[in-house]
């Protein structure tokens, strides 16, 4: 611990003094922070620090041991790269908000219990939501809110199954979980919510393009991934979670094929992999869980990589539409070429990252006879390389030339993005590295001749198929358009659902009102008519007739009286 | 591929290697054929894979082939049903 401080917190507050430097030195001051934080880290052994007592319950604000460790280095790392890619970036609300942001997904890490877990989960919310409003455009503002409204209702979902569960059981420790009662059940909820389980993702897929350039490099780091580890802490080995993330892992790479913008496709890809995961953590097993964990720490180096270099162009040329773009590969090298080590990595090429991470969890499948999901899982890896391995760097770099011409990107872009993609390659080269982070213990070799042999074949002939039908003119054309996904439900539909009730029942509920006014302005007219000042039984009358009415009353009176 | 050509290129600059003709057949040619020396190679060695069915001999092969044509013929389907204006969602300009 640096300063007495637990590594998240030690960033966040250390954000708040960024924005007092100038220029490269409070880059220089951001990268030195992540180093210390990172260098603290490593001195750590297994065990709780911090841990006090509130009303009773035990607090363990820092929790250290192998699965939080792997995440807590790659959270650490990747903050370290993404502010060298935003060096030349010294908007300091975006410095302070993504140095935060790192810094809370890194306590949320370490959270040993609810109550840690839900206050960084907030500040991840809250720290998170300025990168994408930072981009200043209509579509940023209002997909920032969608993004911030879900991301809340996801602490609160957390927060209330937490008071539950502890009512419960008696302690607010964040530990393995059964799914079944109600706390569990808003518990697993808000960790879905935040790792884009089908009908929960659309905050991702919309919020993220839609952030600036380096803000996407920080989002896509830490929130999902953040989830990822939640589920694996509290619900591994749940066979729920084996066939959510099998949907997870098909129906983006259907929306990652259609899209036009080149980030989204890539925010879709991001939660195709994270079915992978999810997978992983469903099975439970201690191969399956390593091979989540590991899939996540190389997922997190290469998705960054694809994001910067996306990033990059955007950047550079002004725009991330596949259809505007083309032929990049003669301005932009070293970036084209970054890229297209990101794309082998996540289509697990053997000799990077993903290949040594999916293996794990594949095998794992084969091993418990999950054969059906075994095979969604190739077919995902299948269309997950003609979806992005091919389509990021093809459109992006290849295909027709749109005449658009640039500067490579900016030196320290390039340097963030040569450094992740060696990262990728050294980690895919030397499996060994990875394997002695994950959790449990590791007795697997993945270049096995029939694991390389097979993925290469796997990736040729889905390259093949791409090329059979481009050729054939089949594969259908980038073009500009919005494709609509389930978030459709609540941004159209049921707003006009709203709409439309309103105008029938509006209307009808003026009436009401306006009748009823009528009614009671009648009832005071009709007494203003009796009583008012020239009604009947008030009005002024003459004493003669008033003399007479008198003597009337006195005459009935004695005939009553004597009849 | 069919699409790649010379239109758009800003004058003054000479064609690179992948404009030249034939250049991209060369790539797709050699695509083609790595490809099959990759199936045949199942041949030479003792498959053992995940799960029974992938120990077949070239599975990875045609199941990646199917898998990316299925892919996209079931996009273009659902891009018919799903696809709208770009400015679909954005608000009315007043």
Redesign the interface.
Known sequence: MILGLPPGLLLIIGALLAPFLRGYWRGAYMLVLIGAGFWGLLQLDAGVYYGFELFGYQLAPVRIDKLSLIFGYVFHIAAFLSVIYALHNDDPIQNVASLAYAGSGIGAVFAGDFITLFFYWEVMAISSVFLIWARGT??AYASGMRYLIIQIMSGVLLIAGAVLHAHQTGSIAFDKMELGTLATWLIFLSFGIKCAFPFLHNWMVDAYPEATVTGTVFLSAFTTKLAVYALARGFPGTEMLIYIGAAMTVFP??YA??ENDLRRVLAYSLNNQLGFMVVGVGIGTSMALNGAAAHAFAHILYKSLLFMSMGAVLYRVGTIKASDLG?LY?SMPITMVCCLVGAASISAFPLFSGFVAKSLT??A???EGF?II??IL??AV??EF??SGIKIPYFAF??????K?CREAPWNMCLAMIVTAALCIILGAWSPILYSLVPYEVKYEPY???HV???????????????????M????REH??????FDWVY??AIPRAIKWVMSIVWPGWIGILDDTKALLAGFADSIMRRHGPEGVLARTWPTGSTALWVAVLLGALLIIYYV | ??????????PG?RP?W??RPGNVEKV?WS??A??AV??L??FF?H?????????TF????????????A??????V??RL??????????PAD
């Open positions: 209509e579509r790479i259907l094929v259609i032929g003669k594949m095998s499948l084969g091993y054969v075994w095979l190739t077919f299948a269309g003609i979806a290849f295909a027709k030339d749109s005449g011409r096995t001749t029939s042999v097979g993925q290469l074949q796997l990736v040729a002939f889905a390259g093949i198929a791409f090329i059979i039908l481009v050729k003119r089949l594969y259908p500009r358009s919005t494709v609509l996904d941004r159209r | 591929m069919s699409d790649y050509g010379t239109h758009n290129i800003p600059e690179r992948l404009e797709i695509v083609i790595i490809a990759l199936t190679a199942d060695y498959k053992h894979g995940d799960t029974k069915i992938s120990e070239g599975f990875h092969s045609w199941f990646g082939l199917i898998s990316g044509i892919l996209v013929l079931v996009v273009k659902m891009r799903l696809n709208r204006k770009e400015d679909f969602y954005d608000p």
